[in-house]
């Protein structure tokens, strides 16, 4: 049996598809230093558990999630190979099993750059996606600097980052970051049927093409990482971060005219 060492992530094994549910909702499902490590945990667990077949990343109606949870980050910036969020990143880029995620509400941050290191997602059409990390004095991350744009190309990555606008679910079905949007009210029966499934093809035929699938980018992506954690340290250091979060909890609009 498979469970979670914490309520804001629930977990649930049935038919050889272990569901993980982010269940944060009173913070938007911000992610905390403690989700990350129990997020880490269940899926080396279920990676290595013979009864796990797929694992599903989901959340609640109205958030997946709304990314990292600023004032825990702030208090642990350094980065480094056993903080949460690096263990995190790797449990799930390693993963030998397939992922699935399904996504409603808004997927913010991380909410949308995990999304790229999963083996399919669906997505409801009017699910809120958004790489804000400029906005808030950051660079990208997860490798979606290398990612994004060899799925959506090389303009349309730099108007997501760059501008940090919201995106809908069905658009990001369009440009490739989906597999498939669907009208939230018929995304629990499309993606259930497509999960069940997955969760029925022959196991060692699915860990082998997804491995063969991932192959030619690993250099890359783990090139692109490593150049990101740079980058993020910097910008969590840098006054323009600052700026961001004071004025996020002040409730105010960022002032970055005197950078």
């Known amino acids: ?101 399904v996504v409603r509400g808004h997927a913010v941050g991380i909410g949308t750059t995990m999304l790229l290191h999963c083996d399919l997602v669906y997505v409801a059409d009017d699910a809120r996606l958004q790489l804000p990390f400029v906005n808030l004095g950051l660079c990208p991350e997860y490798a979606s600097s290398f990612l994004v744009p060899r799925v959506v190309g090389q303009q349309k990555a730099a108007e997501l980052f760059l501008l940090g606008e919201p995106f809908s679910g069905a658009e990001a079905a369009n440009i490739g970051l989906a597999t498939k949007s669907v009208p939230a009210n018929e995304l629990n029966d499309f993606s259930r049927a497509k999960i069940q499934r997955l969760a029925q093809q022959p196991p060692a035929a699915v860990r082998r093409s997804k491995a063969l699938l991932r192959a030619a980018t690993k250099t890359a992506v783990e090139q692109s990482l490593q150049a990101e954690y740079a ?25 970055f005219s005197k950078f």
């Open 1 to 101: 049996m498979i469970e979670s060492p914490i309520s804001h992530v629930v977990s649930q094994l049935h038919d050889r598809v272990l569901t993980l549910s982010l269940n944060r909702p009173e913070r938007k499902n911000a992610l905390s230093l403690a989700m990350y490590s129990a997020l880490a945990e269940l899926i080396l667990a279920a990676d290595a558990e013979s009864q796990v077949r797929v694992i599903v990343l989901t959340g609640t109606d109205e958030f997946f999630t709304s990314g990292n949870d600023l004032m825990d980050f702030m208090n642990e910036p350094q980065i480094h190979e056993k903080h949460p969020v690096v263990r995190f990143i790797n449990a799930l880029r390693h993963c030998g099993k397939p992922v699935v995620a």
């Open 231 to 255: 980058g993020f340290a910097e910008g969590l250091a840098s006054e323009e971060c600052k700026e961001s979060v004071t004025a996020f909890f002040e409730k105010r609009a960022p002032d």
